[in-house]
């Protein structure tokens, strides 16, 4: 049966304090498990989601005191807590992993101040979101724990999504076709809301087709600079369409900041790890993904109705009348294969969940559930102790 995410987290990590030192050190031993060639430290900072940064020659990832409300589920706030921080260290262990900071910054310091900013706000953070999400959907069985941390998200800012300019809108359609639908883009070509400014809603449909085409080829490239020259090339291409009708997309990228989906996912912006190769995307058929952007991107898994109840058909994640998330359906598809430097990465199963060893030392977790086996290279499994609770795990 399919799990249900709130029922899967353990009783002993939800009683912890949220930003106790005890929590902390659960997060930073589960992104340590997921990313264990950088060995990344965790810290509580008063920033709003999350950012990984290069320290001293070291990898730290530093996650909001606070999370966002629940805006489309109803779990104790204790356990909700726990999910939307899991979600937000997977998301940046997969900029720690899969992004390649130096090639980001060759490009803006190439494009200038003022213009890297705009092209980094409205074009490559939420596109490399949309890149690196979907490889730690094939990666890692962590799909559910992003769609629920996202869905709240997108759906608290979604009515900011009003008489935007266009590069705010372009933003917002990357989003919700890349990381998760909350409607806002569907409700404006329907007729329902207002998304931009009538004298500009030609140049944003236009715009859509050229958004799939982008992501398409984002979400299917491994290499983390073919990526981002992609990305760049539809920066190129928005500035034209603009420049034709007589905008600049540099100046209205900046004058609309604090538009729409101005605070959603993390900002990452510094690092120094290199980025290896997202090599789950390669497998994933260009084609295929763009006729799926085209489409609706509401995920079948978090079918909510206008209540924030499960549907009554729903496969996934709503949150029904006491509080506790749908089923979501397994996850498609064949998991990655292992990282270019031949680690083997496993996270522990906890309360609920089921824990899978990658490779050859998956005969070593056999022997009970909880346990970390090796990973590959001969380190015990007292290097990284066990975690009750959580249920992110390799696939096979």
């Not at 900013?117 to 953070?125: E, R």
């Not at 890149?131 to 769609?147: H, M, P, S, V």
């Not at 992501?215 to 920066?235: K, N, S």
């Not at 790890?273 to 079948?300: H, I, K, N, R, Y």
Request: charged share 35%.
């Amino acid at each position: 049966m399919p799990r249900k995410l709130s029922d899967s987290v353990s009783s002993r990590l939800s009683a912890q304090q949220a930003t106790s030192e005890e929590r902390r050190s659960y997060l930073q031993q589960l992104a340590q498990l997921m990313c264990r060639r950088y060995n990344p430290s965790v810290s509580f900072t008063n920033i709003s989601t999350a950012r990984v940064r290069h320290n001293d020659g070291d990898i730290a990832i530093d996650i909001g005191a606070d999370v966002v409300d629940q805006t489309v589920t109803s779990m104790p706030r204790q356990i909700w807590t726990l999910i939307a921080q899991e979600g937000l260290i997977t998301h940046e262990i997969g900029h720690v992993l899969y992004t390649d900071f130096e090639a980001h910054e060759r490009i803006q310091d190439e494009l200038g101040m003022s213009e890297a900013s705009a092209f980094h706000n409205i074009v490559w953070n939420p596109a490399e979101d949309a890149a690196i999400e979907e490889q730690l959907r094939w990666k890692f069985n962590c799909g559910q724990e992003l769609d629920t941390y996202n869905a709240n998200l997108f759906e608290r800012q979604k009515d900011g999504c009003q008489h935007m300019k266009v590069p705010q809108a372009v933003k917002v359609a990357i989003l919700e076709k890349g990381c998760y639908d909350a409607g806002a883009v569907d409700e404006h070509l329907a007729g329902k809301r207002q998304m931009v400014a009538p004298g500009d809603d030609d140049l944003f449909r236009e715009l859509l087709d050229e958004v799939n085409d982008m992501l398409a080829a984002v979400m299917t490239e491994p290499d983390p600079g073919a990526r981002y020259d992609r990305m760049l090339e539809f920066w190129n291409l928005l500035k034209d369409k603009m420049q034709e009708e007589g905008q600049d997309a540099t100046n209205e990228a900046q004058d609309g900041q604090g538009e729409g989906y101005d605070d959603t996912k993390p900002d990452d912006t510094s690092g120094m790890t290199e980025g290896q190769e997202a090599d789950a995307l390669e497998d994933l058929d260009e084609q295929e993904v763009q006729e799926q952007l085209q489409q609706s991107m509401m995920p079948d898994d978090l079918d909510f109705d206008e209540d924030g109840e499960e549907a009554e058909d729903g496969d996934g994640a709503g949150a029904g009348e006491d509080g506790e998330e749908a089923d979501e359906d397994a996850e498609g598809g064949e998991g990655a294969s292992e990282s270019e430097e031949g680690e083997d990465e496993q996270s522990p199963s906890g309360e609920g969940g089921s824990g899978e060893a990658g490779g050859e030392d998956a005969e070593n977790e056999e022997e009970g559930e909880g346990d970390d086996a090796g990973d590959g290279d001969g380190e015990s499994e007292s290097d990284y102790p066990g975690h009750e609770g959580h249920r992110l795990v390799i696939k096979d």
